[in-house]
């Protein structure tokens, strides 16, 4: 899986991944944006909670026409020093609707120990290379 993100100036990117829907990102104004798309962070948050909410929904199936609503709020703490990565994420899961909360528990722990890829990714390694004017560049040592 790969997504492609473009430079719009400033401190702008549309991404597009394989799904070939745009991800429109900014920085805010603190930060030389002008605020017009979600901050990375923002949209790490929402994947989370878009990852594991698929994961529970489709675990709860049987038991969808049951659920009258349901809200997955996820709450980062980050560090306050540079980078200002999350040192932790709560994420909130509101219910409403005529179902055993065990049932709920299982398909969150489901979803986090074995189907949510995105949790899973924020334990994984990165690496970085350049590659200017179509030239690879090695990392100086």
Aim: aromatic share 6%.
């Amino acid at each position: 899986m790969k997504v492609l993100a473009k430079w719009n100036g400033q401190r702008a990117f549309t991404a597009v991944g394989d799904s070939g829907y745009e991800m429109n990102m900014d920085a805010t104004e603190a930060y030389g944006g002008k605020g017009e798309g979600v901050t990375p962070t923002e949209m790490l948050l929402g994947a989370l909670a878009g990852c594991i909410g698929i994961d529970v929904t489709m675990i709860l199936k049987p038991h969808l026409s049951s659920i009258e609503k349901l809200e997955i709020e996820t709450d980062g703490t980050r560090k306050e020093d540079l980078p200002k990565g999350f040192t932790s994420i709560d994420v909130t899961f509101k219910v409403d609707g005529n179902i055993d909360s065990k049932k709920i528990w299982r398909a969150i722990k489901l979803g986090k120990e074995k189907y949510c890829a995105v949790s899973d990714s924020l334990k994984a390694r990165v690496t970085f290379q350049l590659i200017l004017n179509g030239e690879k560049q090695e990392e100086p040592i």
